[in-house]
């Protein structure tokens, strides 16, 4: 799949860059969950100097060229941005695309390493919040080591978000970026199975981090979703990835070419399988949601991108039973403002949210969490469970949010163990 958006050469950045007003009080900085320093970068890319305009985004952030392509600008850092008002708002997303691209392809020199000396930490996970701790930490001088299920590191970043928005090239080059910082991976170890946090403990980490998400999809409720067809949205995109990386047949991708496809949801996720269903050649793909569009919770450009593909929205189309013949979809029975009626279907992709796993947590004692399932986390050491030394943060906690949201945590909580470790050693515990 083609990235949708292309990238600035150098002249289209800089001139975008120098638009920028530098404003004494820059709302586009407030507007950044994680407050980079946008006019500053901007002011160096003005001025020819990307590499210094790479290292003032690093000091924010780990995953520029992630952010610069994921994030939601128009409700975040643009949205704020003075000038957005009046239709001519800055560019920030694609400047820090370009700025994060431009350092990596063109291999400027990179920070230097810290010495690990400071001690040893493990991260179960590399999503967003995994990854963010991970280079936090390396950076501050701590040995990290990160603990990832699948094949490959990246979570969420690899294998929840379509190539027209993500490309994986960049999700491992981001990656690449934070090994260097002397991060270790170690892949295809599930925690709670392969190892536990207790055994973690016993080699010598003196904190763990958990980053885990939210694995477990939730379900509607309704009868009939046991019938086969009925799918959840991100294992749909987890499929279609692995089937794009050739690790996996065509036949195991759950949407087949011709089908007829109903996406129940309105947020990134379900814009995300309705344009994948549609890339994966299914006859329609319609996408249903309960309200009306002023609630949908995608990105607009998301949005918009759907509809560009064919997508057919059908608003205040509140799911009530899944139908089927022989235990297979046929159709999916909706209520509407006209009344009731059935829209027919081969596959259903459910993209409604999701919780988290028990798995990580049950293998150990003493972590609480409340009764939907998230981690229950302290405010000093910041992200402390109730267990000492371990420590939680992005989905698990908070709920699923966006990339950056779970790396404004994530960040705070990577300070919140380097207070932990350091008070035990003036403690001398």
Same mark, same amino acid.
């Given at each position: ?44 890319? %003005? ?5 210094? %305009? ?58 230097? +390493? ?42 969420? +970043? ?5 190539? /027209? ?51 477990? %999809? ?17 294992? /749909? ?68 991108? %759907? ?34 009626? !059935? ?15 028990? !798995? ?30 371990? /420590? ?38």
């Amino acid at each position: 799949m083609k990235e949708e958006i292309p990238g600035y050469t150098v002249a289209e950045a800089v001139k975008e860059a120098r638009r920028c007003l530098n404003c004494p009080k820059p709302l586009c900085r407030t507007g950044c969950p994680i407050e980079n320093e946008i006019p500053q970068f901007n002011h160096a890319l %003005a001025q020819g100097n990307i590499g210094e %305009a790479y290292r003032i985004i690093s000091q924010k952030s780990n995953l520029p060229a992630i952010c610069g392509r994921v994030c939601p600008h128009e409700n975040q850092c643009e949205g704020h941005c003075v000038l957005y008002k009046s239709g001519k708002g800055i560019k920030i997303g694609r400047i820090e695309k370009f700025i994060a691209d431009f350092y990596s392809e063109n291999q400027l020199s990179s920070e230097k +390493l810290v010495p690990k000396t400071k001690g040893k930490v493990a991260v179960i996970g590399s999503g967003p919040a995994g990854l963010t701790v991970a280079g936090d930490l390396a950076r501050k001088g701590y040995n990290v080591v990160v603990y990832e299920g699948e094949s490959e590191p990246g979570g969420v +970043l690899l294998y929840g978000i379509p190539d /027209f928005r993500l490309p994986k090239e960049v999700v491992r080059r981001e990656i690449k970026n934070i090994e260097a910082l002397g991060v270790t991976f170690v892949c295809n170890t599930r925690v709670g199975t392969d190892i536990t946090i207790d055994k973690m403990f016993e080699e010598g980490f003196e904190a763990v981090f958990i980053g885990a998400g939210t694995s477990v %999809a939730k379900g509607l409720g309704i009868p009939g979703e046991n019938l086969k067809g009925v799918i959840q949205s991100s294992y /749909f995109l987890r499929m279609t990835r692995l089937f794009l990386d050739e690790k996996v047949d065509r036949s195991e991708v759950p949407v087949e070419e011709g089908d007829r496809v109903i996406v129940i949801g309105a947020g990134n996720v379900a814009m995300d399988a309705c344009r994948t269903a549609v890339m994966m050649k299914a006859s329609s793909v319609v996408d249903c949601y309960r309200r009306t569009i002023e609630f949908m919770k995608a990105a607009h450009a998301e949005y918009d991108g %759907a509809v560009k593909d064919g997508v057919d929205f059908r608003w205040e189309h509140t799911p009530i039973e899944v139908v089927g013949e022989n235990g297979k979809v046929t159709g999916l029975k909706v209520s509407t403002p006209e009344g009731e009626k !059935i829209l027919p279907a081969d596959k259903i992709l459910i993209a409604v949210g999701s919780k988290p796993a028990g !798995i990580v947590i049950s293998s150990t004692t003493g972590i609480d969490v409340d009764e939907s399932g998230y981690v229950i986390t302290k405010q000093t050491p910041y992200g402390m469970t109730t267990k000492n030394g371990v /420590f939680a943060g992005g989905d698990i906690v908070h709920k699923p949010a966006t990339v950056v949201l779970a790396m404004r945590e994530a960040k705070k909580v990577a300070q919140g163990i380097a207070d932990y470790i350091e008070a035990r050693k003036l403690l001398g515990v």
